[in-house]
């Protein structure tokens, strides 16, 4: 299990790389066909398939652009026979956002399935605590000019 463990992290620290440097084939290598992804911005109902996956990431990648960080704080693995979860707290956020509220995490819960001796990953959340609507900048809507 510490093999399969490692090949986990190793998926999720790659994949997180790929984010930083926009490269969107990184970004969905290891996502299964059938992917599932709940985010922070819509589609409230979530994103199916790695078609719909994989049309997500442009404006996400163009948010980033503006100087946003997307850095692995910690991360934890669960692993089983054929089934897996992790879940980390990123650092996410332009400089400015992070400077306004320098706890901000988003967090990242990821289900892994095992197919013919590799590790895949089948559900993917990113969620923001919820803050007080009353504020400038509500957290659970970094993404939000991302998407407009």
């Known amino acids: 299990m510490i093999a399969d463990e490692q090949q986990i992290r190793s998926l999720i620290e790659r994949w997180a790389e790929a984010v930083r ?3 969107l084939a990184g970004v969905i290598k290891g996502h299964a066909h059938d992917i599932v992804m709940f985010d922070v911005p819509p589609p409230y109902k979530g994103v199916r398939g ?3 996956y ?3 990431w442009p404006s996400i ?3 980033q652009a503006q ?3 997307f850095e692995i704080e910690s991360m934890d693995v669960t692993v089983g026979r054929d ?3 992790a879940y980390a707290l990123l650092r996410c956020g332009t400089s400015e956002q992070l400077r306004r509220n320098p706890e901000m995490r988003l967090r990242l819960t990821l289900c892994l399935r095992k197919e013919n001796d590799r590790w895949e990953v089948t559900h993917e959340h990113h969620s923001f ?3 007080d609507v009353g504020e400038e900048e509500p957290a659970g809507h970094i993404f939000t000019a991302a998407q407009t």
């Open 50 to 52: 790695l078609d719909a």
């Open 61 to 63: 990648f163009q948010w």
């Open 54 to 56: 994989r049309q997500v």
């Open 67 to 69: 100087g946003a960080s």
């Open 83 to 85: 089934l897996a979860f």
């Open 129 to 131: 605590p919820f803050t």
């Open 21 to 23: 440097c926009s490269d």
